[in-house]
């Protein structure tokens, strides 16, 4: 005897697809919100330490400094003294450079 899926293999897929509909492009669009928000907070404490974003982010790549967007923006929010010292390490990189 054989037996024939088509109705209820086909119900499933329909269902996955309902579920899903939509999910994958606000997925993207979260990445995409959170990371201007890390950039405008490490903006925000690189100027009020005399750099501008782009020449913190080059300073931290001439001084060999790997942190990601992420933590900064959570050092510059809730650490500043912290954010301070990466800072300066950018800017000694930048005038050594």
Do not use: C
């Not at 037996?3 to 994958?24: C, D, N, P, T």
């Not at 001439?62 to 990601?68: D, F, G, T, V």
């Not at 809730?78 to 990189?93: D, T």
């Amino acid at each position: 005897m054989r037996i024939k899926r088509s109705v209820s293999s086909q119900k499933k897929r329909r269902k996955v697809l309902e579920e899903a509909k939509g999910y994958r492009g606000n997925r993207k669009a979260r990445k995409r919100d959170f990371r201007r928000l890390w950039i405008t907070r490490i903006n925000a404490g690189a100027r009020l330490n005399g750099l501008s974003y782009n020449e913190f982010m080059h300073g931290l790549k001439e001084a060999n400094i790997e942190l990601n967007r992420k933590m900064l923006a959570e050092m510059a929010v809730n650490e500043p003294q912290a954010f301070a010292a990466i800072v300066s390490r950018a800017k000694e990189a930048l005038g050594a450079g």
